[in-house]
């Protein structure tokens, strides 16, 4: 009963409904929340199943299909882009930790055959956890995660000569060939991978997309997600036989089609498959771990997991650093990937059948490497709460994008009500706009609308100057937050002197401040929609139209005057001095307007105004009748005499 | 017997709510049938004219009345802006502006100054057809039949409700006789204005 496939998808499937929610609500992300899932059906807690193993097989294809939706997401141009990290830092990470490893192994007294597999094993990471995680916190775009993902795909390539040099490794053996591509001889083997991979490419390009057309035209969206899924998996089978990783395979073609107009289709067919898939395989690891070598010798597993991962972790922080990354993203990718992947398991069995090591090296590696899986959302919590906030200038959680154009001709920071329009506005007209914004959800959401957006942090030189602010006309402030709004122009001001700032403030203070760093073009962010209410309301009490919209301008204009009469005693010695002024200027102000709205002293637009001229002219009508009357009398006293 | 001809009437005046002729003007013909007061600066408070509206607006209508006080010898500024921007090249005129062809045109204007004023020998030195020149031309650019003006004189006399009443009526029965066809476009194209009894001081013999 307990072994039917209905009964199992019910276990795995309940499992994740009740745990995910749970974990995600905890603030722990959807990776943990399976993995306790896992744990709890596993066989040391609840026993709900059994052999995990086969499973996992299945659930790895949701590794593959994430790889896809990656590729798809990365034009080619990008990852060109990406080169340095991937083969650079991606490499060293590789090769350091796999010889740091060794080193302690030695150390430990293995042979230097096992201890350099272990070493090759742990330096793998999961991909499928980082990206995951990454991609739910919005960390992928920044520094510290494309760093991240460069070297995850580094590691993901560097499987394949790692499974071809795990036979050589095993004692005495020769000939235990790696699986699919040992019977070839090397010239055909890479042949083979060069057509597979150009196959990918031309396919990608010629074939495919003509197909999606065809398909989409039927209008048969399950035809339509049958045949993405036949791509995914005809790739992966592909790839195997040439005896390249699936993953890898899949990711070429995911960048090869990022180009094409059905990408969004792709992605949304593809992205629940992926979704549970990774789910099953997250599932699967909880319930690998083998509790019971654990409660053995606790300490010893402890100790291992714990030196693992620092190790990872440190030589990472080293590895970054000469790579020049920033700050916050060596944090990012040391801690990020600072656990054992899934590409691990993988090896481990590899090792295990090419008898490089037994079971009483590959038991205790299986538990280490699915703990340090298991604590790594525990680690990506600390990264986010503790570590990255305290590392990072402000209190940005995120890397910067790099912004890709500098030929803008306006730059605007903050993009949040009042940026957005005035971006928007401006580009529409035909400028060139960069935008920089702080707020992750934010500028993934715009960007997901299409808008040109960075993340990042207008408070930052390097930043300032990716943007295009030695070259722009204009710079506009529209962040809403006056501290930081101060910090921005003040970096503005100094470091592009020429560079004119129009500047939003949130209130007087803010506009005060503004002004005392010489800023002119100051706009109140609430003036606008208070004197257009005022409008309104006047116009709900009846004022006409044309009348209600004079006065608010009449008001915004004494208004205005008031506010640059104060601002004229602003930064005085005497501030008691500018306290007098700016009491007066309130003063004349209220009395102004009230004067002109109630009329003390006359209308206002005298010029439409006839009283006056009414006055005059009765009175010389009035005259002119008195002569008429006048004549009149004298007129009839000569008739009556 | 044609159709009756429908009549927009675009009242321009800066404020209203201060106005004595063209208020009580506007108020006795606006629910007269097949009349449209279309209150320019309610509509535009801020002078925006929504240009394809005012078009299709002008399309609806046989006939368009300008109705506005004589400011400057001239209407105010929202009936200049409005035909700068709504009569435009090869819509209203031009080798493909034909849209306005046939159609009627004609101001209605309060004024400050008596009628004897508005005379060659008058202080204002001109006849109101002269000064209107400017408004002739364009409606005849557009090939519109411009009529002779409306003219409410010495509107500063006008206290009362009682005191408007003759140019009310006659103003009504203008508007009438325009939409019902009754009124003879060659003569009234002609005149020198539409109103006949219209409000002038009397120098001597008033009540
Ligand atoms: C700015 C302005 C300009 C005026 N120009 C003239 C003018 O040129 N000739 C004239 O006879 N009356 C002139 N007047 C008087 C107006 O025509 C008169 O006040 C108006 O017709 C009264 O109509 P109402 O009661 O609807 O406002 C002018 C009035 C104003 C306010």
């Keep these: ?641 | 017997m044609a159709d009756p001809r429908r009549i927009l009437i675009l009242l321009a005046h800066p404020v209203l709510e201060r106005s004595r002729v063209n208020r009580r003007l506007a108020d006795a013909v606006k629910d007269l049938p097949g009349v449209t007061v279309h209150d320019l600066y309610e509509a535009y408070p801020s002078m925006n004219i929504d240009v394809k509206r005012e078009q299709a607006l002008l399309l609806e209508h046989d006939v368009v009345v300008l109705q506005h006080p004589f400011y400057w010898y001239s209407a105010p500024a929202i009936i200049k802006e409005w035909l700068d921007l709504v009569l435009e090249h090869g819509w209203a005129y031009g080798q493909h502006g034909k849209a306005l062809a046939g159609k009627l045109a004609l101001n209605v204007i309060s004024t400050g100054g008596p009628d004897f004023a508005y005379r060659p020998d008058g202080f204002n030195r001109f006849t109101m057809r002269q000064l209107l020149a400017p408004f002739d031309q364009t409606f005849h650019l557009c090939q519109m039949k411009y009529l002779a003006p409306f003219v409410v004189h010495a509107a500063m006399r006008v206290e009362t409700d009682e005191d408007i009443k003759p140019h009310v009526r006659a103003y009504a029965a203008l508007l009438a006789s325009l939409r019902d066809g009754t009124l003879d476009l060659n003569q009234a194209m002609a005149a020198q204005r539409l109103n006949d009894g219209a409000f002038t001081p009397q120098p001597a013999g008033n009540a």
């Design chain 1, 1 to 641: 009963m307990s072994d039917s496939i209905l009964f199992q998808a019910l276990i795995y499937l309940a499992a994740a409904v009740l745990c995910v929610p749970v974990a995600k609500r905890l603030g722990l992300g959807s990776v943990l929340g399976y993995l306790l899932a896992g744990v709890i059906i596993g066989p040391d807690v609840l026993g709900l199943v059994g052999n995990a193993g086969h499973v996992m097989h299945f659930a790895e294809f949701g590794v593959v299909m994430m790889l896809f939706l990656v590729g798809l997401e990365l034009k080619p141009s990008t990852v060109w882009q990406l080169r340095r990290p991937i083969f650079g830092l991606g490499g060293m990470q590789v090769a350091g930790t796999a010889a740091l490893v060794t080193g302690a192994g030695l150390a430990l007294g293995f042979s230097w055959q096992v201890a350099l597999a272990v070493g090759m094993v742990l330096a793998m990471s999961s991909t499928a956890i980082v990206l995951q995680s990454l991609g739910e916190k919005g960390l992928l775009k920044t520094e510290g995660g494309q760093a991240s993902f460069s070297v995850l795909l580094f590691q993901d390539l560097s499987v394949i000569p790692i499974l071809a040099v795990f036979p050589l490794l095993a004692a005495g053996a020769a000939v235990v060939g790696a699986p699919a591509q040992g019977a070839r001889p090397g010239w055909l083997q890479g042949l083979l991978i060069l057509g597979a991979v150009g196959l990918i490419v031309v396919a990608g390009r010629t074939v495919v997309r003509p197909l999606f057309r065809f398909l989409a035209g039927t209008r048969l969206r399950e035809v339509f997600t049958a045949f993405a899924l036949f791509l995914v998996v005809s790739i992966a089978w592909l790839m195997q036989q040439v005896g390249l990783s699936p993953a890898l395979g899949t990711f070429l073609a995911g960048v090869v089609l990022a180009e094409s107009e059905y990408r969004h289709e792709l992605e949304s067919d593809i992205e629940p498959f992926k979704g549970l898939l990774l789910g099953l395989f997250f599932i699967s690891v909880g319930a690998e771990i083998d509790f019971h070598l654990i409660a053995e010798a606790p300490l010893r597993i402890a100790g291992l997991l714990v030196g693992v991962i620092a190790l990872k972790a440190v030589s990472m922080l080293g590895f970054s650093r000469i790579f020049k990354l920033d700050r916050p993203a060596r944090w990012l990718v040391s801690v990020g990937l600072s656990q054992v992947g899934e590409f691990a398991f993988v090896l481990i069995s590899f090792g295990q059948a090419s008898a490089v090591f037994g079971d009483e090296v590959a038991k205790p590696l299986v538990a280490v490497v699915a703990l340090s899986m298991l604590v790594t959302p525990a680690l990506f919590v600390l990264l986010e709460r503790v570590i990255l906030p305290r590392v990072t200038a402000g209190a940005a959680k995120r890397e910067h994008d790099a912004v890709a154009h500098d030929d803008a001709q306006v730059v605007v920071a903050g993009f949040g009500r009042v940026g957005q329009v005035v971006a928007r506005m401006l580009r529409m007209s035909g400028f060139g706009v960069t935008v920089l914004d702080l707020d992750p959800e934010m500028v993934d959401l715009l960007r997901r609308l299409g808008q040109k957006v960075y993340y990042g942090d207008a408070s930052r030189l390097d930043l300032l100057v990716s943007a295009g602010c030695e070259k722009a006309k204009l710079f506009v402030l529209c962040i809403d937050e006056p501290d930081k709004s101060m910090e921005v122009a003040e970096l503005v001001r100094r470091h592009f002197p020429k560079l004119p700032i129009l500047a939003r403030a949130r209130n007087r203070q803010h506009y005060i401040r503004l002004w005392t760093l010489g800023i002119r073009d100051i706009i109140r962010e609430t003036m606008g929609s208070s004197l257009e209410l005022s409008e309104h309301a006047l116009r709900n009490l009846g004022v006409r139209a044309h009348t209600a919209h004079r006065i608010a301008n009449r008001w915004r204009a004494h208004d205005e005057k008031a506010l640059l009469d104060m601002m004229k005693f602003v930064g005085g010695p005497d501030r008691n001095a500018f306290f007098a002024e700016a009491r007066k200027a309130m003063e004349n102000f209220e009395k102004t307007m009230r004067e002109e709205l109630q009329g003390t002293t006359g209308q206002p637009d005298k010029g439409w105004d006839n009283e006056s001229l009414r006055n005059e002219a009765n009175a010389r009508f009035a005259a002119v009748q008195a002569q008429a009357a006048k004549a009149s009398e004298s007129s009839t006293t000569t008739s009556t005499t």
